[in-house]
Structure formats: C-alpha cells, structure tokens
C-alpha cells in the first residue's frame, strides 16, 4: 500500500506534464492560408492516384524531393533528411 500511493501520483504527474506538452505543440500551429490550402490540394491531386483524398504510403513514396519538402513546409514542419545509401 505504501509503494502505491506514490506510483499513483508520480503516474498521474506523467500524465500532466503530457497532456500540457500536447496542448501546446496543438496551440502553436497556425491554420493554413488559402495560398496553402491550395497548393496542398494542388499536390495531392497530383499525387494521390487512387483518388481517396489521401496519400498513402506508396503515394508519398513517388513524390519528388521538392514535392515532399513542399508538403512538410505547408504542415509546418521540417522535410526529412533521406539516408545516404
């Protein structure tokens, strides 16, 4: 009983510190511009040939390096850096 209690709190404090990570991360992405709406539609239409509205992975997969930092700028994040092989 008496190592419960502080596992319960130290759990309910992991919980907090997550849920309040998160709420900010939510908080700091600006909705997209119309300019932005468009050129993602733009892209996928390009791209998403099962027409679903989506890019799946084999989607994404066929996309140019250009395309791909495209879309990771207008979701405002950073493009991936490809492994050298």
Not at 6 to 35: D, V
């Amino acid at each position: 009983m008496k190592k419960l209690v502080p596992l319960t709190l130290g759990l309910i404090c992991a919980l907090a510190i997550t849920a309040t990570a998160a709420e900010k991360k939510a908080e700091n992405r600006k909705p997209l511009t119309a300019e932005q709406k468009a050129a993602r539609k733009e892209l996928i239409a390009k791209y998403d040939t099962n027409k679903d509205g989506k890019l799946d992975k084999e989607e994404r997969a066929k996309m140019t390096k250009e395309d791909k930092a495209k879309m990771a700028e207008l979701a405002g994040r950073k493009a991936k850096k490809e492994e050298a092989k």
